[in-house]
């Protein structure tokens, strides 16, 4: 079974650029839980989608959303960058069952804003 | 709100060394406990799970358990090896898939 897969794996932006992350969850799996990793935070939730509805939000601003299609791939959308966004950006992808949360991470997107 | 914490790091221990990463929680309600596992470059991995108190996750020789009376779900490992070093988080997950992770305990392990 293929693994969860992110693309791009490395991206540069701007300041006041916007980007689109995107990830490609575990055949079968139908939520999707994206993660920003920063050396200074750690692991923060960002949201989580199941079956194309936003089920789950983190405490983070407007700039960042999300959604998730019907063949289960999610993109990540995040507008006007800042330098404070740079982080590596985790997806997650599980069976999304009330009792399960058994989440398999893909490699990550690093994302640079110069 | 729902919080994770463990132990400071870097831990730095000698192969075949017994370890002990420490891991307590804050939750409202019942959550489920994890411990992930990140290798350079990687992303994380789960390692091992308990759904509920007194229940023991283990796995690649690695063992914790879920002790609710303590708010804990601390990480053992007998003996470790070079191939162990790598970041371990501590996590809980409660609600429809929101997990909560730790900081992060970077180990690593010298021959």
């Known amino acids: 079974k293929a693994g969860v897969t992110q693309t791009p794996r490395y991206l540069i932006k701007t300041r006041g650029q916007q980007v689109t992350l995107s990830c490609s969850p575990i055949s079968g799996h139908r939520s999707v839980s994206w993660y920003q990793q920063t050396p200074g935070q750690g692991l923060q939730f960002l949201f989580e989608?199941?079956?194309?509805?936003?089920?789950n939000k983190g405490n983070f601003p407007g700039r960042f959303s999300g959604r998730q299609f019907s063949n289960s791939r999610s993109e990540m959308n995040v507008s006007t960058l800042e330098l404070g966004d740079s982080a590596l950006y985790l997806c997650?992808?599980?069976?999304?069952?009330?009792?399960?949360?058994?989440?398999?991470f893909g490699p990550g997107t690093r994302l640079t804003v110069t | 709100g729902d919080s994770v914490t463990q132990m400071e790091g870097p831990v730095t221990l000698s192969e075949e060394a017994f370890l002990t990463i420490n891991c307590t929680y804050t939750?409202?309600?019942?959550?489920?406990l994890f411990w992930y596992v990140q290798y350079p470059g990687e992303g994380l991995q789960l390692l091992l799970k308990a759904t509920k108190a007194d229940d023991k996750g283990s796995n690649k020789g690695f063992e914790a358990t879920y002790r609710k009376e303590t708010t804990s779900f601390h990480l053992e490992k007998g003996s470790v090896q070079v191939s162990d070093s790598a970041v371990y988080f501590c996590?809980?997950?409660?609600?429809?898939?929101?997990?909560?992770f730790g900081t992060g305990t970077k180990l690593q392990v010298i021959p």
């Open positions: 989608y199941f079956s194309e509805t936003q089920r």
């Open positions: 996590a809980l997950g409660i609600g429809y898939q929101k997990v909560t």
């Open positions: 997650a992808s599980s069976a999304g069952l009330a009792e399960t949360y058994e989440q398999y």
């Open positions: 939750a409202t309600g019942y959550p489920s």
